[in-house]
């Protein structure tokens, strides 16, 4: 099935300098799981972005990738010693809708490398042109979206949210035809824990047999929760592994103001990591009902209805696991159902946590429930911007300057009234400790990737050539929580009225 036409088979020197050292367990022990295939040879690769440190956690040689040889390896056009390539099979249900079969359309996997922390890392491409599973698609990527994924993926790893990233991002010298016209092909080479998806289940539970299933739930096990092979129920087990990482993620995301845009079950992993950042966006103003992604028309990935769908994901995941679970159809049913309908209390506990942090509120007190919830509600009505509200009130710590929080309030009465009980709940004696500051200043982030500084760095890289504004956007992301001089365009909103209408589009 492989395509190996331009493929070059002098890997020497690649082994000798880029130090990939490869173990790939995914393509070793699932056969059947993918379709080999090779990287379309592109005409004219530069390296345009480079992680150094990222690789150097990948225990690669950094000095040697970063140039021709990293141009020639992150394009596809040279293949390392040791790597695999292949197009992984996965089914999803998108916008709720279930598609038999997926898979890697315009992707692939090159294999595995065990990081400096003992961590085993996928390396795969994006963009990197057709597989079997194209269904009709050129496989390209273009320009804006893979500097995109690479840029969400940087933020969210700032921070401190489990995350894919972005190992290197390659311009391939050739054009590639969208509904815009023709833009400029890349391709993007991301890091993830696994690569193994909710959508991959649900392709072995409807066109594999139960032996490749167990199968690919064993190796699940094995390689996210090891500490379950041989338990008396893994199965559940790691249902409940899973639904615990992703009620923990979405807590995360809902911290931040982060909404995905595109919750399909394909878009789950079962390691619990932040995967395909094509319509993401950070919210400004606070709207639970919140849409970016204009392939969204009935707001079901909205930002506050992300929690449900992770639970609606979960149950399909679920689904696939019945037959492991017990050899009682009603039994494995009951068992099943236990763990999803916990997803909302797990949820909840990990969002609690976060908002406590957020709020500064140390312990656990009979009015702290509606203190949160005031804020909120206080956010919503008055359609305060969510990061700076956080970032001010951490400023603010009970009895500093509040100048630039009641800023942010057309009607500041009713947030002086919630910071009234609010500061006797965390310093009833007077100004905040300075840890408790510290903590919360930890927990609110001063810059994430407002969208209209993303789409002008975008913008200037694809139409001009220029990719000074993302590096420097890259640079600032890097240390979100860190206040620094120079930077308050960085830290703001768009202007009133300039992003109305905004919508981001399904890129990678």
Not at 75 to 85: I, K, W
Not at 473 to 488: E, K, M, N, W, Y
Request: with cysteine; charged share 20%; hydrophobic share 45%.
């Amino acid at each position: 099935m492989a395509d190996t036409v331009g493929m070059s088979t002098d890997t020497t020197e690649l082994t000798a300098t880029a130090g990939f050292r490869f173990d790939n367990s995914y393509a070793r022990a699932l056969d059947g799981f993918y379709a080999p295939w090779q990287a379309a040879q592109v005409p004219a690769p530069v390296l345009l972005k480079f992680n150094r440190a990222l690789a150097t956690e990948l225990a690669l040689d950094v000095d040697a990738l970063e140039g021709p040889l990293g141009a020639a390896v992150f394009s596809g056009n040279q293949l390392p010693q040791g790597a695999t390539p292949i197009a992984q099979a996965y089914a999803g249900h998108q916008f709720g809708g279930f598609s038999p079969q997926l898979g890697d359309g315009r992707a692939l996997l090159l294999g595995e490398v065990i990081d400096i922390h003992g961590q085993r890392r996928d390396i795969a491409f994006k963009g990197s042109g057709r597989t079997p599973f194209s269904r009709g698609g050129d496989g390209k990527a273009v320009l804006g979206p893979v500097l995109r994924e690479y840029l969400m993926g940087e933020a969210m790893h700032a921070l401190g949210i489990p995350t894919t990233r972005a190992l290197a991002a390659v311009a391939t010298g050739e054009h590639v035809l969208r509904e815009a016209g023709p833009l400029p092909g890349a391709v993007l080479t991301r890091v993830a824990a696994s690569h193994l998806r909710v959508g991959t289940f649900q392709f072995f539970a409807t066109r594999g047999t139960p032996e490749q299933l167990k199968t690919l739930a064993d190796y699940a096990i094995a390689r996210h929760d090891p500490a379950l092979v041989g338990s008396e129920q893994p199965y559940l087990a790691l249902l409940r592994a899973v639904s615990e990482r992703q009620a923990a993620l979405i807590a995360r995301w809902i911290g931040v103001g982060f909404i995905h845009g595109v919750m399909n079950t394909d878009n789950m992993t079962i390691s619990g990591e932040t995967i395909d950042y094509g319509p993401c966006a950070f919210m400004d103003a606070y709207d639970p009902a919140t849409v970016f992604s204009s392939i969204d028309r009935q707001g079901r990935y909205a930002y506050g209805n992300q929690p449900g769908i992770a639970q609606w994901n979960l149950a399909r995941l679920a689904e696939t696991l019945l037959p492991m679970l017990s050899e009682d159809a009603d039994t494995a049913v009951a068992l099943a159902t236990e763990v999803v309908n916990a997803f909302p209390e797990r949820y909840q506990h990990h969002w609690q946590a976060e908002l406590r942090r957020k709020l500064g509120l140390q312990g656990e007190e009979p009015q702290d429930e509606a203190l949160m919830n005031g804020w909120l509600d206080l956010l919503q009505t008055q359609r305060a911007d969510f990061t700076l509200a956080f970032r001010h009130l951490s400023d603010a710590a009970v009895g500093g300057d509040r100048a630039a929080l009641r800023g942010l309030f057309s009607e500041p009465e009713p947030l002086d009234a919630w910071l009234a009980r609010w500061q006797a709940r965390c310093a009833p004696t007077g100004d905040a400790a300075p840890e408790l500051v510290e903590q919360m200043r930890l927990a609110n982030p001063l810059y994430i990737p407002r969208n209209h500084l993303v789409e002008a760095a975008l913008a200037a890289a694809v139409e001009q050539g220029d990719q000074a504004p993302f590096e420097r956007l890259i640079t600032v992301l890097q240390r979100p929580f860190d206040a620094r001089s120079g930077l308050d365009a960085f830290a703001s909103p768009a202007p009133a009225g300039a992003m109305a209408g905004y919508r981001t589009f399904c890129g990678t």
